[in-house]
C-alpha cells in the first residue's frame, strides 16, 4: 500500500538521523542486557546435521577417511557458520534469525555437492563462501548507513554501466563456455553480471521511490490506454535495450531475464500499476521474438528446450543427460555419491540441481525448492516489515534477484524455460556469483536489523 | 506497496510450485522409464559395475572372470561353451543361459537383496562350474590340430559333458572388437559346432541301423549276410562301399566293423522307413535336445515317405540325414549304459555370491533307445571294428575301446568329413566320444587317431 510512507530525515539536511545512532553505534546500547539468538543458534546447529551426516555419507561411499583432506571444507565451513552467528552475538545483531541457517544450508549444500562432484574445487569454494561471508558480515553489522544507497545511486548505475561496457569490449572465456562474461585475467576472473545485478537493483530502488509519484500520477490518455508521460518510460525502455544488449551481443540470455525480470517486480511494487507488468512482459517477449527470428544461437536454444531427444547425442547432450540423471534419481535417489551426474556436462556450475534430483531425489529436490521459498518469504517479510519505501523497494528487489535466479536456472534445467546459464544461487561453483549472493544477503540482514533497532514511536506522518 | 509485494510472494510461491510440479514429473511419472532409456548411461554404468560372476570348470579352474567390469577368458578354447558376454552383440553359451545368476539378479537371498539394493552396493554375480574338464579339453585341441570340426566327450554314467570342442574358436573377451570378422568369416566360428554344427553322418550312423536291426530281432551279430564285390543296385542307383570287405561273405557284426555300404543298405530296406525313424528318434535325433548350450535339431530326412534308394542310403549314413555331434555322442552313450539315453548336461552347479550352493545338476535320462541286450551286441561289434576294421587307429593299448568311423560327403569337390564315434573300456563304459573333422578325408585316418590321444588322457583323467 503506497499510503504508509514514514516521514524520513531528509539526506544532509543537518541534523543526525535518529536512528543512525542506533545502527551504527551498537556500544550506545551496551549496557543493556545481551540480545541471545537462541533460534538462529538452535538452527544453525540444524543445518549442521545434514551437512556432516552427508560428509559421512561420502566418506563410506568413497572408503575415506573422514580425516582425507577433500573432507576438510566441509569441516571448515561447518565451523565458519556458528562463527557467522557469534559475530552477529557479539555486534547486538537484532535482525532475522532465519536468514543466516537458510544461506547457510543452501551454501552448505552447494559445498557438500561440489565435494562430491569435484573434490577439487571445494577448497576453492569454501575460501570463496569464508569471503561472502565476510561480505555479508560487515555489510550486517559495519558501521555503515543504507542511507548511502539511497544517496549515490546513480554512482552505482554509472559502475555497472562502466562494468557492462567493460565486459562488452574486455570480456573472456576463461573456462570456454563460448560466452565472454568474465573479467580479469583466466586465472583470477569474476562475472561483472553478478554485481551488476546488485548495483541495479540499488539504483532501481532509488530511482524508482524518487519518480514513483510521477511514475503513478501523470497519465496520458490514449485512447483506452493510459500511459505515463514519456520521459518516465524511458527507464523501461532503457532496461528493455539493456536486456536485449545482454541477449544478442553476449548471448547471456539468464542475464537478460534476470535483469528484466528484477526490473519489471520492483516496478511492479514502487508504482502498483499491474499494466507496467503487462507491457513488459510483451515488450520481452516481442524482443525475443524478433531474436528468434534473426539470430541462429538464440533458435538452437529454442529448438533444443522444445525437443532435447531430437540429438540427444549432440546439441542437446546436456539437458538430455539432465534428465536422465533427475529421471534416474526417482523419488528417493540413488544415494550421495552412488550416481553419476558427472555424465552431465558442467554438472557443478550449471546443473547442481540436477545432481541432487539424481542421488537424493525427488525429495531431496522438493526439500531444496522449499529452502528456496523459505529464502523468499524471509526477503520479502524483511521487505514488509521495513517501513521506508527505499527499505522496501531494496529488500523485494534483492530479494526477486535471488528468486528470480532460482527459478530461471531450475526452469532450465527442469526443462519449463529455455536453459540459460545463470547460477543456482549459494548452490553452483562459482567465486563471482557466491559473493554476490552474500552480499545481497548481507543487505536484506542489514535491512531488518535497522528496522527491528528503529524506535518503534518513530512518527508515521502520512502525507 | 505491500499488496504489491505480497503479490509478489504469491508469484514465486505460484512458481516454486510450478517448479516441484516439474521436478515430481521428471523424477517420479518419467523417472522410472527415464532410469531405464537406451540413451541413459547409467544402464550401462550398473552392468558394469555389477561384478558378473565366474565360470569354472570341473576342477574349480576360471575360465571366465569379472575384472574391472569386464570379462576375461582364461583360454579361447572353451569359447563355445562359456559363450561371449556382450552390451552390443548380446550374450550365448552359459552366459546366456546362467545369465540371471552370473548378473546376480537371481540366486541371491531376499534379504541379502534388499540390503544391497539400499545400500546401492554393486550386484555380485553367483558361479556356474562346468562339468567340463578344461585341460581335457586342451588334449583335444592339441589332438585335432588346426582344423575346423568338434569333439565331443561325455561322461556316459551321468551324461556330464566332459570336452566339448569346436573349432574355429575364438577370444570371447573380445568378441566387440573382432565382431566384424567373426560374423562374416566363412568357417562361422560363433557357432558351436558340438551342439549346433549339422553335418551327414556317414558310416557312423550304421550304429542306430544295427540297433534297429538287433533290437527288432532282424538280424543278429552272428548272422551271416554277404557283399562279394563290394557293389550293388538298389531302384537303379548304384550303391558301393568305400572299401571292399575282405571275404565275399561274413556275420553282420564284420559288416559294421568293414563298414559296408552293401549290407546295411539291404537292412535299412529290410527294416523299412518307421522302424529306421523310430530307432533315429529313440536316440534323440528329430527334436531339441535339452542342453544348456545352444542346439541345432537333428534330422532323419525331411521327404516322407522316403523312397527306398533314400531309406537305403539314410541307413549307410547319407541320404538327408543331418546329425550333430553331441546327438553322435549321445548315440555312443546309449550303446554304452546299456540303452538308455542319458540327458547331457555342462553346468555341474551354481552356487550363490555367497558360494553356497544354489543347484546341482541331477543325471536325468532322456529315455530308452534299445534294451540291454542289443547295447551289449552293439558295444562288442564297436569293439571289434576297432580291433579288426577301420577304427583301429583308435585303439588304446590296455583298454579296450569300441569304436565307429564315418566319412561323410561334404561339398562336392572338397574332402570329406571325417567321424570317429567311440566308447571305453567296453566292458564297463565311463566315456563315450565324438570327433568330427571338417574337410579332412577319411574318418579312419583322420578321426579315429584324434580320438584315441583324446580317450588315452581322459581315461586317466575320469576314474
Known amino acids: ?463 | 506497496m505491500e499488496r504489491q509485494i505480497q503479490r509478489v510472494g504469491m508469484f514465486f510461491l505460484l512458481s516454486f510450485v510450478v517448479l516441484s510440479g516439474a521436478a515430481g514429473y521428471w523424477q517420479a511419472w518419467r523417472g522410472p522409464a527415464l532410469a531405464v532409456a537406451p540413451g541413459n548411461p547409467r544402464v550401462l554404468e550398473a552392468e558394469r559395475r555389477a561384478q558378473r560372476g565366474p565360470i569354472l570348470d570341473r576342477a574349480g579352474r576360471p575360465l571366465v572372470q569379472s575384472e574391472d567390469g569386464r570379462r576375461t577368458t582364461a583360454t579361447p578354447i572353451t569359447a563355445h561353451v562359456t559363450g561371449y558376454f556382450s552390451y552390443r552383440y548380446g550374450r550365448t553359451g552359459i552366459e546366456r543361459a546362467n545369465n540371471e545368476v552370473l548378473s546376480g539378479r537371481e540366486g541371491v537371498p531376499p534379504l541379502a537383496r534388499l540390503l544391497r539394493d539400499l545400500s546401492g552396493a554393486p550386484r555380485r554375480g553367483g558361479t556356474v562350474q562346468l562339468t567340463i574338464d578344461s585341460q581335457l579339453q586342451a588334449v583335444a585341441d592339441r589332438a585335432l590340430g588346426d582344423v575346423r570340426g568338434a569333439v565331443v566327450v561325455i561322461d556316459v554314467r551321468t551324461g556330464a559333458v566332459l570336452v566339448a570342442l569346436s573349432k574355429p574358436y575364438f577370444d570371447t573377451a573380445r568378441v566387440d572388437e573382432l565382431w566384424p570378422g567373426l560374423s562374416q568369416n566363412e568357417a562361422r566360428p560363433l557357432y558351436n559346432r558340438v551342439s549346433q554344427g549339422l553335418y551327414v553322418p556317414g558310416s557312423t550312423f550304421k550304429l542306430v541301423t544295427a540297433a534297429a536291426a538287433l533290437d527288432t530281432g532282424l538280424l543278429r551279430p552272428s548272422t551271416q549276410v554277404s557283399d562279394p564285390t563290394g557293389e550293388t543296385v538298389i531302384d537303379g542307383f548304384r550303391i558301393t562301399d568305400a572299401e571292399r570287405p575282405p571275404r565275399p561273405t561274413f556275420d553282420f557284426a564284420h559288416a559294421l566293423a568293414w563298414s559296408s555300404n552293401v549290407v546295411f543298405a539291404q537292412v535299412g530296406v529290410q527294416l523299412g522307413e518307421e522302424r529306421l525313424r523310430d530307432y533315429a528318434g529313440r536316440f534323440g535325433m528329430g527334436r531339441q535336445i535339452p542342453f544348456e548350450l545352444e542346439t541345432s535339431p537333428t534330422s532323419v530326412s525331411r521327404t516322407a515317405p522316403m523312397s527306398r534308394i533314400l531309406l537305403a542310403s539314410t541307413a549307410f549314413g547319407q541320404g538327408e540325414l543331418l546329425m550333430s555331434p553331441l546327438q553322435m555322442a549321445l548315440v555312443g552313450a546309449a550303446i554304452a549304459r546299456d540303452g538308455d539315453v542319458p540327458r547331457p548336461f555342462v553346468v555341474q552347479e551354481v552356487r550363490r555370491p555367497s558360494g553356497a550352493v544354489l543347484a546341482r545338476t541331477q543325471p536325468a535320462t532322456l529315455g530308452r533307445a534299445t534294451t540291454p541286450g542289443t547295447a551289449a551286441q552293439l558295444r562288442e561289434m564297436m569293439a571289434l571294428a576297432v580291433e579288426e576294421g577301420f577304427g583301429r587307429a583308435a585303439a588304446v593299448p590296455g583298454v579296450r575301446v569300441g569304436g565307429k568311423t564315418g566319412t561323410a560327403q561334404s561339398v562336392p569337390g572338397l574332402p570329406d568329413h571325417s567321424w570317429f564315434v567311440g566308447i571305453a573300456p567296453v566292458e564297463r563304459p565311463r566315456l563315450a566320444i565324438v570327433v568330427l573333422k571338417e574337410f579332412s578325408g577319411w574318418g579312419a585316418e583322420e578321426a579315429a587317431p584324434v580320438a584315441r590321444q583324446v580317450l588315452e588322457r581322459a581315461l586317466q583323467a575320469v576314474p
Not at chain 1, 566441509?74 to 543466516?100: D, K, N
Not at chain 1, 512482459?281 to 536454444?301: D, P, S, T
Not at chain 1, 544477503?441 to 518513530?458: D, F, M
Request: hydrophobic share 55%.
Open chain 1, 1 to 463: 500500500m503506497g499510503t504508509l510512507t514514514p516521514a524520513r530525515p531528509a539526506a544532509g539536511a543537518g541534523g543526525v538521523a535518529p536512528r543512525t545512532r542506533w545502527v551504527s553505534s551498537p556500544e550506545g546500547g551496551r549496557a543493556a542486557r545481551p540480545v541471545w539468538r537462541w533460534r538462529e543458534l538452535g538452527l544453525v546447529l540444524i543445518v549442521l546435521v545434514p551437512l556432516l551426516s552427508g560428509t559421512v555419507l561420502l566418506s563410506a561411499v568413497w572408503g575415506r577417511s573422514l580425516a582425507d583432506p577433500r573432507f576438510w571444507p566441509l569441516y571448515g565451513f561447518s565451523a565458519l557458520l556458528p562463527l557467522c552467528h557469534f559475530v552477529l552475538l557479539a555486534r547486538r545483531f537484532r535482525g532475522s534469525q532465519v536468514l543466516l541457517p537458510l544461506v547457510g544450508s543452501l551454501a552448505g549444500i552447494g559445498l557438500l555437492l561440489i565435494t562430491r562432484l569435484a573434490p577439487t574445487l571445494s577448497a576453492r569454494q569454501l575460501i570463496w563462501a569464508l569471503s561472502g561471508c565476510v561480505v555479508m558480515l560487515a555489510v550486517a553489522v559495519g558501521p555503515w548507513e543504507t542511507r548511502l544507497l539511497e544517496r549515490y545511486k546513480y554512482t552505482y548505475a554509472a559502475a555497472g554501466i562502466a562494468l557492462v561496457a567493460l565486459t562488452l569490449v574486455f570480456g573472456i572465456d576463461p573456462n570456454g563456455s563460448g560466452m565472454r562474461l568474465w573479467l580479469g585475467t583466466p586465472a583470477l576472473s569474476f562475472q561483472p553480471s553478478e554485481i551488476l545485478k546488485v548495483l541495479l537493483v540499488v539504483f532501481f530502488a532509488g530511482y524508482l521511490v524518487d519518480k514513483r509519484e510521477l511514475l503513478k500520477a501523470k497519465q496520458l490518455h490514449w485512447g483506452p490506454l493510459r500511459l505515463p508521460p514519456l520521459p518516465y518510460l524511458a527507464p523501461l525502455l532503457a532496461m528493455w535495450g539493456l536486456s536485449l544488449l545482454l541477449l544478442i551481443w553476449q548471448r547471456d540470455l539468464g542475464a537478460a531475464l534476470l535483469f528484466f525480470g528484477v526490473f519489471l517486480i520492483m516496478l511492479y511494487v514502487a508504482v502498483g500499476r499491474a499494466w507496467y507488468v503487462l507491457a513488459g512482459v510483451a515488450l520481452f517477449l516481442a524482443g525475443g521474438a524478433i531474436c528468434y527470428l534473426f539470430f541462429a544461437h538464440v533458435r538452437l536454444r529454442v529448438e533444443l528446450w522444445l525437443n532435447p531427444w531430437v540429438d540427444p547425442l549432440g546439441r542437446s547432450y546436456q539437458i538430455a543427460q539432465a534428465l536422465y540423471a533427475a529421471g534416474s534419481g526417482g523419488l528417493w535417489g540413488v544415494g550421495l555419491g552412488q550416481g553419476y551426474p558427472l555424465y552431465v556436462p558442467a554438472v557443478y556450475t550449471d546443473f547442481p540441481f540436477m545432481a541432487l534430483a539424481e542421488e537424493g531425489g525427488l525429495a531431496s529436490a522438493l526439500a531444496l525448492l522449499l529452502l528456496y521459498a523459505l529464502l523468499v518469504g524471509c526477503g520479502l517479510q524483511i521487505a514488509l516489515r521495513a517501513r521506508l519505501p527505499f527499505d522496501r523497494l531494496l529488500a523485494t528487489g534483492l530479494t526477486a534477484v535471488l528468486g528470480l535466479q532460482t527459478l530461471v536456472i531450475v526452469g532450465g534445467n527442469l526443462k519449463v524455460i529455455p536453459l540459460t546459464g545463470v547460477t543456482l544461487p549459494f548452490v553452483s561453483y562459482g567465486g563471482s556469483s557466491l559473493l554476490a549472493n552474500f552480499l545481497i544477503v548481507g543487505i536484506l540482514l542489514r535491512l531488518s536489523h535497522e528496522e527491528a533497532a528503529r524506535p518503534l514511536a518513530l512518527p508515521a506522518a502520512s502525507p
